[in-house]
DNA sequence: CGTGCAATTGGTTATTTGGCCAAGTGGCCA
DNA sequence: TGGCCACTTGGCCAAATAACCAATTGCACG
């Protein structure tokens, strides 16, 4: 495989992977409606705060969100407006298998 | 969180993850192109073949992909039509931070 | 100033992932 | 039917992931 390629692919694979767990989705979707502090995500999420911010730290090093400090407080926007085609894309995966995916998701 | 919520986001994360790794991603685009058997697949991939297999297993479970055995070749084509979105999604969130992001890949 | 909350970082652990090799399966044809 | 393809599966191991707890930092306010 050609250098250049991989390399692409390998930057695409890496915003997809920091998107991909229920957790940072959930993130993602809520930041996609308003700016949020730590806290409050953590309280949606019901994860030690920790585990949060980690998430969140993934998310900023993909590119997909910015955080902002303001007193004590660190509050996460998206960078990107537009991911609801990917989400679009992904129910579209959903549609043509959606039953076995709800079986085996239980 | 609301359980019916985390089921939803768990599957999409699954789907999401499926496709996140730079060989699947590659898979993917290859077969946006027209059907391909493993040893196509493998060539281009440069992997070993049983590695190409596993990579195909987990995007048939994710329901990207179908497969269809003829004679003692087995062909894959994308069971969805339009990933083109998400790829278009993913390139939103790289021309937000393009350089950060090649730099790091490297 | 010091206590207390918000958040991050470090440490530890269990689980998952991704790779290769080796062995097994199934079809085709000489 | 014997052997060679095209694949898949199982085993193994190193590395990455995700979770929690504990310790640390930074800010604010009494």
Redesign the pocket.
């Known amino acids: 495989m050609n250098k250049d390629r991989l390399i692409k692919l390998t930057i695409q694979a890496r915003v997809l ?1 920091a998107v ?5 989705l959930c993130i993602v979707e809520e930041l996609s409606k308003r700016e949020r ?4 995500l ?1 309280e949606m999420i019901g ?12 998310l900023k090093q993909a590119g997909i969100v910015a ?1 902002e ?8 926007r998206l960078r990107v407006p537009c991911l609801g085609k990917l989400f679009e894309s992904v129910e579209s995966v959903l549609e043509c298998s959606a039953r076995e995916l709800m079986e085996a998701a239980k």
């Open positions: 992977k991909a767990h229920p957790s940072r502090c730590v806290c409050e953590t994860a030690d705060m920790s585990t949060v911010s980690k998430h969140l730290t993934v955080d400090k303001r007193g004590a407080m660190v509050f996460y």
